[in-house]
Structure formats: C-alpha cells, structure tokens
C-alpha cells in the first residue's frame, strides 16, 4: 500500500471518529450541568464495572445451587451497603430455593423499584463456567447478559447517582431475585416480597436483556397460563368404535377440542396456545411434576383416557380470562361417549400495555437521545417471555424492562455481551431516574 493510500485511509478513519464525537457532543449539550456529571461518573468507572461484571460471572448460581447464588447474592449485598443501602437476604427455604436480596435507600422523592435476579441456567455440571473477555468489546460468559450485567447496570446507576449526590432526592429499593430462571414452588410465595416492594413503589424498571436491541425496551410481556386437559372413553373393542355403546373414545374427542382451540382461538392478537404433550391409550401414566409420561394401547382397542398439557400466554388480564373461558366451553359438547375437562394454572401474570409504560418509554428515549445514544422504541410483546417484572408491573403507575447489557446466545454456551451497552444502558437508566426525581412533585 503507498504512503497516499495510506494517508487517505487515515484521513477517512479520522473524519468518522471526528464526525461521531461531534455528534455525540451536540447530542448531549442538552444535558445540564448535573446530567453531565452523571455521564462522566459512569464513563470514569467502565473497567471497574466490567471486572465487576467477570467476577460475578465467575461464581456459578445455577438456580439449584443454592450456595452460588446466596455467594452472588452476598457480593450485590457489599456493593449496596456501601453505597448506604440497608439489606435484608430473604430465606427461600419456604418454595424451595436459595432466597433473594432486598435492598432499600431513601425517604422522600419518587419510589423506584429496580429489578433483577441472581439465578442463571448454567448448573456446576455445565461445561460453561467462566467470563472470557473476547475483545474490547465483546465477552463471553455464563449469565453475562442474562442477567449478571443487567444487575451491575443497576449497581453502576445506583453507584453514578450517588457519586453526584442525588440518591437522596429519591426512594430506591432493588430487588434481586434467586430463582427466576428455575421458579420454586410455590410461585405465589416466592415472588410475594416483590409484589410487596412493588405495592410500595412508584417506578418499576427491570434490567433483562430485553430482544437483545438497544434499541427497543420492553413495554409490556405477554402472561403465562399453564393448562391440562383430560379426556375420558369407554374402553372396547376397536370393532365398536363410533357405536351407540361405546362412542368416540378419548383420543378423537382431544383431538376435536384442539381442533375446536385451533379454529376458534388462532389468529388474535398477541394470542398464543400451544399443547406440548399428548398422551393416550388404555393406560397413561403421567410425571406432572417433570413433564414426562407414557401411555399403553393396542392399535384394536378404543383409548379410554388422554392427557395434553400446553400454555397459554395472554397480553393482558382480561384477555386471560377470556380465553380461559373460551376454552372451557370448547371442551364442552363432548362427542358420544366421551367427556372432557380442563384445568389451568397461573403464572406469571401479563405486563399489560398502559398510558404510564408508555410515558416512562418517552422519558427514556428522550434520555437516551440526549446522552447520544439515539431513540429507543417499544419493542414486540411477542419476543418478551415471562418475566418478574410482570409481578410489579400491575402496581406501580409506570413499569419498563430491557434495561440491562444485550448480546446474544442467552441460555447457550454462546451466551456473550456487547460491552458498549454496559455503559450505554448505565447512563441511560441513572438519567431516567434523575430526570424523574427532578420534575417529581
């Protein structure tokens, strides 16, 4: 390559970086003096956030290894304390997990309720265990993004808004929970302290990684609803099936009720119901509790019992029990012979569309336009599954998720983070925060 190919690749790698720190300059000269104090915290302290970030990596809380996360849970604890939060660890003995941390500063000014959880999928058999940091911008880890970084993102606004003197000027509490990824039982119990912080709060902003866009944040998720269904025939000889005497036998009469699901409830919005497991014959023998089963039948013999399990997840709470009770009618008019019921269990509720999400989404695209990080829309309830923050999201005025770091792989052994939105989504959620806390009456 010659000298002037080499200066004109230069001069054009400098005229970029020129035209982007001139950009990202005039977008934050909106900022006032406070906010760009903020800014300048968060910046200052990058690699301290990231060792953090590989050392929580580093210790394994699988959701069963009850010791990992209660270690995870104590290192969120030492940061939170210094920064003049008061915790308090909660036993999780009582659904069967390791428990969660809660942590709460402040008395006066707007209630913030912020949201993450401890727990990964990654268990001490798994051959994924340690942070990799790939290049400046990448890294790899067990739970990095989902949602170890979603977590630090919370400390390291905490942490910027309290280098700036502002954490007295608003109530935060956060709540990290231990068994997001696998759920004790009983449910109710396990997310009750959340859905008592919640009662308490104002704000509920929750820091999952979200579909992995910076920019989209989560508006609303879509509810979970576990169903089952049970049918019964007479069983017979398959020489008399469709007879006055015997009549349609259990597996027809499932398969008209999903066939009934199919062509009454397919096609509405943010509908889905899917069954994920069948089973039937003579005799069925049914794990409930590990989703497993078998069945015995002869091909000459009319099925007297069928199981299907599926789920259902619904936008909102009204749309729930629509459908739950849709289905309920479709199971109804049973074919000769046959008789059918269904059951449903609840789980975790919708985060439903509202007037408040929306107006938190405004306030953090303009913060996120302002620090120069371009706008942030709303992004499809149908990539959100289930999440915590749908436990709060029906008791604050205001509730947004999708906060924390994005990447990808989340759930594999590819699991890695885009280290540029550690920083990004840090300044982005102190600002919302302040910006609230100033204008709050």
């Known amino acids: 390559m010659t000298k002037r190919r080499i200066f004109t690749r230069l001069f054009a790698i400098l005229s970029l970086m020129l035209m982007a720190l001139t950009s990202d300059v005039s977008a934050r000269q909106a900022l006032d003096d406070t906010e760009n104090l903020i ?8 690699e301290n956030a990231i060792s953090f970030l590989e050392r929580v990596v580093n210790i394994n809380s699988g959701s069963m290894n009850f010791d990992g996360v209660r270690e995870v849970g104590q290192v969120f604890d030492n940061e939170l304390t210094a920064l003049g939060f008061e915790t308090e660890w909660l036993d999780g003995a009582a659904f069967q997990r390791a428990g969660h941390l809660f942590a709460r500063r402040g008395t006066t000014g707007p209630h913030f309720l912020l949201i993450g959880h401890l727990d990964t999928v990654f268990e001490p058999d798994s051959p994924f265990q340690r942070f990799e940091r790939v290049d400046e911008e990448t890294a790899r880890g067990p739970g990095v993004i989902d949602m170890k970084g979603g977590d630090v993102v919370i400390v390291e606004a905490v942490r910027a808004l309290h280098k700036a003197g502002l954490l007295d000027e608003m ?8 068994d997001e990824e696998s759920s004790g039982d009983p449910l109710e119990v396990g997310r009750a302290p959340l859905v008592a912080a919640a009662q308490e709060a104002d704000i509920a902003l929750a820091f ?8 989209t944040a989560v508006l609303a998720r879509r509810g979970w609803t576990g169903w089952e269904l ?9 020489s008399s099936i469709f007879s006055e005497e015997t009549g349609y036998g259990s597996i027809y009469e499932a398969a008209r009720i999903l066939t009934q699901f199919q062509e009454n409830l397919a ?3 943010l509908l889905t119901f899917n069954p994920g497991m069948i089973i039937g014959g003579t ?13 015995f039948g002869k091909t000459n013999v009319v099925a007297d019992t069928t199981i299907v399990t599926g789920d259902l997840r619904t936008i909102s709470p009204e749309q729930k029990d629509d459908v739950k009770s849709r289905m309920r009618q479709l199971a109804m008019d049973n074919l000769p012979g046959t008789s059918a019921s269904i059951s449903f269990r609840d789980s975790y509720p919708p985060m439903g569309m509202t007037a408040g999400n929306e107006r938190l989404l405004a306030l953090f695209d303009q913060a996120s336009r302002h620090a120069g990080y371009g706008p942030v829309v709303a992004g499809d309830p149908r ?15 205001m509730a947004l998720d999708g906060l924390g770091m994005t990447g990808g792989g989340t759930h594999t052994l590819e699991e890695w983070a885009d280290l540029k939105t550690l920083p990004m989504q840090t300044t982005r959620a102190a600002l919302l925060m302040y910006r609230i806390a100033r204008d709050w009456d």
């Open 39 to 46: 800014v300048a915290h968060v910046d200052e302290g990058v």
């Open 171 to 178: 109530i935060v509490t956060v709540a990290l929970i231990g």
């Open 208 to 215: 999952e990684p979200g579909d992995g866009d910076p920019g």
């Open 230 to 238: 049970h049918t019964s025939g007479t069983r017979a000889h398959s």
């Open 267 to 269: 096609g509405e919005d």
């Open 283 to 295: 005799t069925v023998e049914f794990d409930k509790e590990n989703s497993r089963g078998s069945a």
């Open 383 to 397: 990539e959100a599954g289930a999440a915590d923050v749908s436990f709060a999201a029906g008791h604050v005025a």
